[in-house]
Nanobody, 117 residues
């Protein structure tokens, strides 16, 4: 089992920045792919960004590309999401995910991001 705990969410004005963190513990394996998803009220959960096990490949949703940056520090078993130029439509509960091939086998509880316009 892998446990994932997100942190770093909060309230920010439009145009501002936040950095989310996801600490992994348990049977952590640095070779896991990891990623971020989000779910806004009344909407389905959607993909935000993903990164492969060594950080050499990253993937982004069109809506966040150029504004968000995903990264990882395997020595610290931590995943990050740097979010810049935040918009009101980025308001959502952000979830960290991990898996041996694609990030979806394990999920965190989420951290709330609220962007005020």
């Amino acid at each position: 089992q892998v446990q994932l705990v997100e942190s770093g969410g909060g309230l920010v004005q439009a145009g501002g920045s936040l950095r989310l963190s996801c600490a992994a513990s348990g049977r952590t394996r640095s070779r896991y792919a990891m990623g971020w998803h989000r779910q806004a009220p009344g909407k389905e959960r959607e993909f935000v960004a993903a990164i492969n096990w060594n950080g050499s490949s990253t993937y982004y949703a069109v809506s966040v590309k150029g504004r968000f940056t995903i990264s990882r520090d395997n020595a610290k078993s931590t995943l990050y999401l740097q979010m810049n130029s935040l918009k009101s439509e980025d308001t959502a509960l952000y979830y960290c995910a991990a898996g041996p091939t694609t990030p979806g086998d394990y999920w965190g509880q989420g951290t709330q991001v609220t962007v005020s316009s």
